[in-house]
């Protein structure tokens, strides 16, 4: 299979592509997951930032482009987070086709969709140029002006019924400064660290542990 390679904001992602996002631990350890293991539909709830968005989509990630961890370092690794929920491409192309005919707006699929963040000087949103950002897309077709809420809730039941989650990986979260050579610990003054990113993402990326705070 050839590599995957991001492609424009909008443009459907190819067949066989599995996606994951991450879901929040209280939402997937529910009594009826731990006893029966079925996921939650809550887990392809839309965010307020989801809907209020000019083509609401549901955050996912591609697994060949964006690593969980980085996902997770997006989040500032939080501890909220303790799943990552998997579905493929051709299973989300599955429930739209089962569901076409309730389609009042944008059919259930998955897009590419560039990641933007808000510019911490002027809360302005602009594109995130994070390397792990590519392999950002979303779900579009969960929004209100695309199903009815009886149809959306449909919709999300047979998604969670395909979806397999996975407990996030125990990673540790290092600090790496602007120029990117080496990773400390919350704090150090040898560099200024300032971009979180997940300890194993960092030596990947060839950045070497500092020597004066030792953070291995
Ligand atoms: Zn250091």
């Not at 060949?64 to 579905?87: N, P």
């Not at 086709?97 to 009042?104: F, I, L, P, T, V």
């Not at 897309?137 to 395909?162: H, P, T, W």
Request: charge should be positive.
């Amino acid at each position: 299979m050839p590599r995957l390679r991001p492609g424009r904001d909008g443009e459907p992602l190819p067949a066989g592509v599995e996606v994951f996002r991450l879901a929040l631990g209280l939402m997937v350890e529910s009594k009826d997951f731990q006893q029966t293991g079925r996921v939650p539909r809550t887990v392809f709830d839309l965010s307020s930032g989801d809907k209020a968005s000019s083509t609401p989509r549901l955050s996912v990630y591609a697994s060949d482009l964006t690593r969980i961890a980085e996902a997770w370092a997006f989040l500032d690794l939080s501890a909220k987070y303790g799943y990552s929920v998997h579905i493929s491409t051709d299973q989300v192309r599955t429930v739209g086709a089962e569901m076409a005919g309730h389609c009042r707006g944008h059919q259930l699929v998955v897009e590419w969709e560039a990641k933007k963040i808000q510019d911490p000087q002027t809360g302005m949103e602009v594109l995130d140029e994070r390397p792990a950002a590519k392999g950002h897309a979303g779900i579009a077709g969960l929004s209100e002006a695309d199903y009815s809420s009886a149809a959306r809730k449909n919709i999300k039941r047979k998604l969670a019924a395909f979806a397999e989650v996975r407990p996030l990986p125990a990673v540790s979260p290092v600090f790496v400064s602007r120029r990117g050579r080496r990773y400390h610990r919350r704090g150090c003054k040898a560099g200024r660290a300032s971009i979180l990113m997940c300890r194993e993402s960092a030596r990947a990326r060839g950045i070497t542990p500092c020597r004066s705070c030792n953070p291995d």
